[in-house]
């Protein structure tokens, strides 16, 4: 299957059931391995809010049967490239770009560290520690500490209220016979795609994949129900308190997820109401009123319901005068306050921020 519309794309599926991806860009010199795993926070089942997927992340790259801890990062590091990871709440990626001429060694070790990962257990009590700082800091640090009251205000039935990295209480009750279970059941080839981009044609990464992975057998998926987040019916308001030097604010809305054809507008529209000093919420709030020191808005669309929100920093206490100001806004963009030329600004930052 090949789209030839916007990128030099073909997709392909393996005998074991992993996807692949393939896109040649030939203004580059360089190629990257993504590998994502459809198993993100949400879909921890018996361990919920725990953090287990992220436990995992940090734990791929620690050593496999073959490759001692730290190998794994210095053999990318010797054919002249790089690695990292993340989890989001609907998958985890383990991603490497090395040169072109290099692909085949670097999908030979991507392919260990998902399919042979040891989980040394000296390791697993050394990362352990260190994502329970992590913990701490994410609850110290302000911005991160209001994301999380918010998804739990927003999401009361959806797991997207859980917090990717885990619940102190919960991730410290995890064992490494927990981590394996979770990632023997989750780390399979029929629950992965593999996207391969960059100076290379699709014929080699194809091929390059199929050798990676051909000893990566087909296993058995069972189906994680994720519970619909039922209808808003009424405003929610959460106040809260903590040490900080700055009261901080946000104000959201529910929002399509992914597949739904509205979120490009939405993503549009979040650039127009408060991205930059020619939006409208910078104006009003900073420019005109000096309600807040700063104001963005933003547009996450994860798989199911998402998000339009707001983030403020306020320059005093006027809650209610930053409230009204921002619904006046709205109301502005909804009106006939919006033309054709912040459409069309709004689109090329959007492609822009899309290429980076």
Not at 146 to 169: A, D, F, M, S
Not at 231 to 245: A, C, F, P, S, V
Not at 277 to 282: E, I, Q, T
């Amino acid at each position: 299957m090949k789209n030839t519309h916007l990128l030099d794309l073909e997709k392909h599926v393996l005998e074991n059931g992993m996807t692949v991806i393939t896109c040649r860009k030939e203004d580059v010199s360089v190629v990257a391995s993504y590998i994502l795993v459809k198993a993100g926070s949400i879909m921890e089942a018996e361990f919920m809010g725990s953090g287990v997927s992220h436990y995992i992340e940090h734990m791929l790259f620690k050593g496999t049967k073959k490759r001692k801890v730290g190998e794994i990062s210095r053999q990318i590091r010797g054919l002249g490239g790089v690695l990292n990871a993340y989890t989001t709440h609907d998958r985890t990626v383990y991603h490497v770009t090395v040169p072109s001429k290099s692909l085949d060694n670097a999908l030979e070790i991507q392919a260990d560290a998902i399919m042979n990962s040891s989980f040394n257990a000296l390791e697993c009590k050394k990362e352990n520690q260190v994502i329970l700082k992590e913990i701490n800091m994410y609850m110290d640090e302000p911005e991160s500490y209001l994301q999380q009251q918010v998804w739990e205000t927003i999401y009361k039935t959806h797991p997207y209220k859980e917090p990717i990295i885990g619940h102190r209480e919960l991730f410290e009750n995890l064992s490494r016979e927990d981590l394996i279970a979770y990632y023997k059941r989750m780390y399979v080839p029929n629950n992965m795609i593999l996207t391969i981009a960059g100076d290379i044609t699709h014929e080699r990464a194809l091929k390059g994949a199929r050798e990676a992975f051909r000893d990566f057998k087909r296993r058995p998926i069972n189906p994680t129900i994720i519970p619909e987040e039922p209808k808003q019916l009424n405003k929610r308001i959460l106040h809260t308190e903590k040490d900080m030097n700055i009261p901080r604010m946000c104000i959201c809305f529910h929002i399509p997820g992914i597949i739904h054809p509205d979120i490009y507008a939405l993503d549009v529209l979040s650039i127009i109401l408060g991205h930059g000093r020619s939006s409208f919420l910078y104006k009003a709030l900073i420019e005109t009123k000096q309600l807040v020191s700063s104001v963005e808005s933003f547009s996450h669309t994860p798989k199911d319901t998402g998000v339009l929100g707001i983030n403020y920093v306020l320059a005093g206490e006027n809650i209610e005068g930053t409230i009204r100001e921002t619904r006046k806004q709205i109301e502005l963009i909804k009106g006939d306050e919006l033309s054709q030329k912040d459409i069309f600004k709004a689109k090329r930052m959007e492609i822009g921020r899309a290429h980076v």
